[in-house]
C-alpha cells in the first residue's frame, strides 16, 4: 500500500518470521491485516481498532535497542546523510569528488524540490557520479518499519528506523483542506511527563537536523507521488501544508538541530514550507522560549501546561519544579511582548486530577491578560498509567468556563487514538 515499491502482500505472520527473530501472532486476523517485506503495514477496517485499550496490539520487537535486527541497522559504516548539509557544505561536497559546482545545486533541487529518495532518480546526474554517491551517501537516512492507518483512513503513522536502530514515529493527518505532519524531535524524551507514552522509555538521543528534515521529505514525497494508490478517502492532497513538532522529544531540548531543521524546512531555497504554518511545542524550557523569541522566524510556539498551578502541573510535567508556572506565564508573556503572535496552551484533561470547574476558573484567571488560545485535549490513556480522560460533558463544561472567561478555547479533535498515534504510542506497541 502507500507509495512504497514493495507491492506484494503477504501475511504478518509469514512476513515477521522473515523480518524479525521472534514473530508474534496479530490479534486482528487476516484477510484485514497485512504486512510488506519491507515495511509492516497495518490496514484497519470496519470497527476494528489498534490499541492497548482494545488490546489487540502485537506487534513484534522492532528493538530500539537491537540494532542488528534490520538490513539498514547491520550496516558497518552508515552512509553520508547529504539531509545534514547546508549548501555550501554541498558544494564542497561535489566538488570534493571532482564535480563542477553545479552538480550541488542539482542535488539540492532533487532533494528540496522533488524529494527524490534516492541517486538513482536523479536523471540529469552523471550515471558515475549517482553511482559514487550511491555508494558513500544517502538522501533516505530512516527506513519506515511500519505503518498504520485509521479506519477512516485519515490518519496514517509511520515507525521509522533510524541508522543506529533507535526509532521514531511521525503522523500524517489529513483535514479538509490541511495535511499536517506531527514529526518528532528526538528519539524518546528525557522530561518525563507522567502521563505520556515516550516518557516511559527515557531519551535515546537527539535527532540530527536531516533526521528532522527527512521525516517531512518521506511524506511529501508520498502525498506527491502520482502513482501512490490512496490511502485516504479523501481527495489525495499533493502537498504537507503544516508542520508540528509535537511528535515524540522535547524540541527544546535539541534546540539547534531543531533550528537547523527549521530554517531548512522554511528556506524557499529548500523545502520552503511558510514558517506561520509551523508549530513548536514544549514542555516550557523557559530559556529557550526567551531564545525562540529572537530567532525572527515566525513558527508558532505551543506549550503544553496541563494543569494552572504548580502543585499538579509538578505532578504531571516534572521540568515544572524546575520552571515553575508562574515564571512560565512570564516567559511567555515576554515571548507575546516581543513577538505580537498569540500562544497556543496544551491542556489534556485528566479525569480527577487537572479537569474540575475550579481549575478551569484559575487557569482562566492566569491566562486572561496573555494573548493565548488554550487547545484542549482529551487525554489518550497508556499502559500503567493512573490517568483517565475526562468525559465529553465535563471537558465541554471546563471549556465553556475558559470561554466565558475572557480565554479562548476549543477541544482538539481526537485524532490517531485508534492507530496509537498519541505521542510515542505505537513505538511502545511495538515493543510490547
Ligand atoms: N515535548 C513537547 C512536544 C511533544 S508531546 C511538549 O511537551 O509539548 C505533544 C503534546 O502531546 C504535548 O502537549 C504533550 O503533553 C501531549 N501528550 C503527551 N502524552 C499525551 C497523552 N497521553 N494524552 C494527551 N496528550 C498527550
Redesign the pocket.
Known amino acids: 500500500m502507500v507509495s512504497l515499491p514493495i507491492l506484494n502482500r503477504i501475511p504478518v505472520s509469514a512476513a515477521f518470521g522473515q523480518i524479525f527473530p521472534t514473530p508474534k501472532r496479530w490479534a486482528i486476523g487476516p484477510p484485514t491485516t497485512w504486512v510488506h517485506r519491507s515495511i509492516g503495514h497495518v490496514e484497519l477496517t470496519g470497527a476494528v481498532g489498534l490499541g492497548y485499550n482494545q488490546g489487540m496490539t502485537h506487534i513484534p520487537l522492532y528493538g530500539t535497542t537491537h540494532p542488528a535486527q534490520t538490513g539498514a541497522a547491520r550496516e558497518q559504516v552508515p552512509k553520508r546523510s547529504l539531509l545534514e548539509l547546508t549548501q555550501e557544505e554541498m558544494t564542497d561536497y561535489v566538488k570534493s569528488l571532482g564535480q563542477p559546482a553545479y552538480r550541488a545545486r542539482q542535488i539540492w533541487d532533487w532533494i528540496y524540490k522533488r524529494y527524490a529518495a534516492d541517486f538513482a532518480s536523479m536523471t540529469n546526474l552523471p550515471a558515475a557520479l549517482r553511482a559514487r554517491l550511491d555508494a558513500e551517501a544517502t538522501v533516505s537516512p530512516l527506513t519506515p518499519i511500519a505503518e498504520v492507518v485509521s479506519a477512516d483512513r485519515n490518519t496514517q503513522k509511520v515507525l521509522f528506523q533510524l541508522p543506529d536502530g533507535q526509532s521514531i514515529e511521525a503522523v500524517l493527518m489529513l483535514y479538509e483542506r490541511r495535511r499536517t505532519l506531527c514529526i518528532s524531535?528526538q528519539a524518546g524524551?528525557g522530561?518525563g511527563?507522567t502521563?505520556?507514552?515516550?516518557a516511559q522509555g527515557g531519551l535515546a538521543r537527539n535527532l540530527t537536523a536531516g533526521e528532522i528534515v527527512a521525516q517531512v521529505l518521506y511524506f511529501a514525497r508520498y502525498l506527491a507521488t502520482p502513482h501512490a494508490p490512496p490511502a485516504m478517502e479523501v481527495d489525495r492532497p499533493t502537498h504537507v501544508t503544516n508542520i508540528v513538532?509535537?511528535?515524540?522529544?522535547?524540541?527544546m531540548h535539541n534546540y539547534k538541530n531543531v533550528w537547523t531543521a527549521l530554517r531548512r524546512l522554511t528556506d524557499p531555497e529548500a523545502f520552503g514550507l511558510g514558517a506561520r504554518h509551523i508549530t513548536l511545542?514544549?514542555?516550557g524550557l523557559i530559556p529557550m522560549i526567551d531564545r525562540m523569541a529572537e530567532e525572527g522566524l515566525q513558527i508558532g510556539l505551543?506549550?503544553?501546561l496541563?494543569a494552572p498551578n504548580d502543585e499538579i502541573r509538578s505532578q504531571l510535567?516534572p521540568i515544572n519544579r524546575r520552571y515553575p508556572v508562574a515564571e512560565l506565564l512570564a516567559a511567555v508573556q515576554r515571548y507575546i511582548e516581543k513577538t505580537h503572535r498569540r500562544v497556543t496552551f496544551?491542556y489534556?484533561l485528566m479525569r480527577g486530577i487537572n479537569d474540575s470547574p475550579e481549575l478551569a476558573l484559575e487557569l482562566a484567571q492566569k491566562l486572561k491578560p496573555l494573548l493565548c488560545h488554550v487547545n484542549v485535549?482529551?487525554?489518550?490513556?497508556?499502559p500503567d498509567s493512573p490517568y483517565q480522560p475526562t468525559s465529553d460533558t465535563e471537558t465541554r463544561r471546563f471549556v465553556q468556563i475558559l470561554n466565558e472567561n475572557g480565554v479562548p478555547a476549543t477541544v482538539r479533535l481526537r485524532r490517531g487514538i485508534e492507530i496509537n498515534a498519541?505521542?510515542?504510542q505505537l513505538r511502545r506497541a511495538m515493543a510490547a
Not at 502521563?195 to 515516550?198: D, I, L, P, Q
Not at 485535549?377 to 497508556?382: A, Q, R, S, Y
Request: proline fraction near 9%.
Open positions: 524531535s524524551c522530561m511527563c502521563f505520556c507514552a515516550t513538532l509535537m511528535g515524540m522529544g522535547e524540541p511545542s514544549t514542555v505551543a506549550v503544553s496541563h510535567v496544551e489534556a485535549i482529551p487525554l489518550n490513556p497508556i498519541g505521542c510515542g
